[in-house]
């Protein structure tokens, strides 16, 4: 073990020594204003400089951040984007912070530093981790109990697709919804990264009929995951009651909208609706009042006295105010211990669409509001972007801008080619 160590500490030091030169591994001494060493207290990230479009982002040089007490300074290598992150770059979430900001939830990498009274840890480990903001960055300090070892046959970018998608997808499905041997869910955007770990998970359990909704070019890609497939645009209802005429047991709403109600309908006695997410709210490129008011106007007012009376539930599920502002990083952590180790028995399986440097980030957002994405979009850390897109870096791209029908089968759609 104590030579393990030493080889990771060697790793880290040689990769501090890429990143920053030799200053860099040797803490920055020497003196002599040399820019080099300067250099070493900095870092790139993507700066998000005020809600709207995607001109608001930048790759911009950064302060390097040290930890505090209890926390893990880690060399990021991948960080995950999630369809929350284009709504904070929207303002289209409630209370958002103050800008400038460094977006980013989860995200993958070596431990380089550890703050007073981290136990558990070493220097060099391979670790993934949840951050309050700051992932989009060559380092982040974040708390040790938000940061969980990578198994050994996982690499970065699958580490950074794995907490946020397959914890939401357990939390709903087993602590929420209490799936069984022998039930029905259905999961809207089959083919995204939450809705890939759903059905990777229903897998575990006997007998688990999954219906999922997802856009028509994606389902030769996702159609052995789940039970029945059905186009986004089609009538999912009508199809799911002429396979179930009961209805099924778990509603798993990323869209919200009209699509409450449906799932409401479609409910069999004492089965659970969960809300986790509110992507029909995002239409074009920046925060739409039109497309908030209408999806509000459009979710299916419910009435209690009518849930008491067909034996139903309704729930909603938000894993980052579970983390950050509740404080169930204990629970959260108990959950990443059984996830790692379905992973390890080869039974879950992150799924990576593509890599993207954090120069290419716009791209990377674009992809995910045109809904291209199969499973995870992952910014890599130490990839060179192509050359249009580095020469683009500064620019914005309007693309999206008038994408009013965002359900829109995007068949016709120009798809970024899978860089992996």
Known sequence: MAKEGAEKAEETEQMIAKEGGPEAAQGGGG??????????????????????????????RRPMPEPQEAELKIRVKACGLNFIDLMVRQ????????????????????????????????IGDRVMAFVNYNAWAEVVCTPVEFVYRIPDDMNFPEAAAFPMNFVTAYMMLFEVANLREGMSVLVHSAGGGVGQAV????????????????SSFKHEAIKDSVTHLFDRNADYVQEVKRISPEGVDIVLDC??????????????????????????????????????????WQVEKVNPIKLYEENKVIAGFSLLNLLFKQGRGGLIKGIMDKLIALY???????????????????EAMQRIHDRGNIGKLILDVEKAPTPLMANDSTETSEAGEEEEDHEGDSDNKERMPFIQ
């Open 31 to 60: 003196g002599g204003g040399s820019p080099r060493a300067a250099d070493t207290k900095e870092m790139r990230a993507v700066l998000l400089a005020g809600f709207g479009g995607l001109s608001k982002l930048r790759v911009s």
């Open 91 to 122: 303002g289209n979430i409630d209370n958002p912070p103050k800008t400038p900001l460094v977006p980013g939830f989860e995200c993958s990498g070596i431990v380089e530093a550890l703050g007073d009274n981290v136990k558990g840890y070493e």
């Open 199 to 214: 059905a990777q998970l229903c897998s575990t359990i006997p007998n688990v009929t999954v219906f999922g909704t997802a």
């Open 255 to 296: 869209l919200c909208g009209e699509n409450t109600g449906k799932g409401l309908s479609l409910l069999k006695p004492l089965g659970t609706y969960i809300l986790y997410g509110s992507s029909n709210t995002v239409t074009g490129e920046t925060k739409s009042f039109f497309s908030f008011a209408k999806s509000w």
């Open 344 to 362: 390890n028995e080869k039974k879950i399986k992150p799924m990576v669409d593509s890599l993207w440097a954090l120069e290419e980030v716009k």
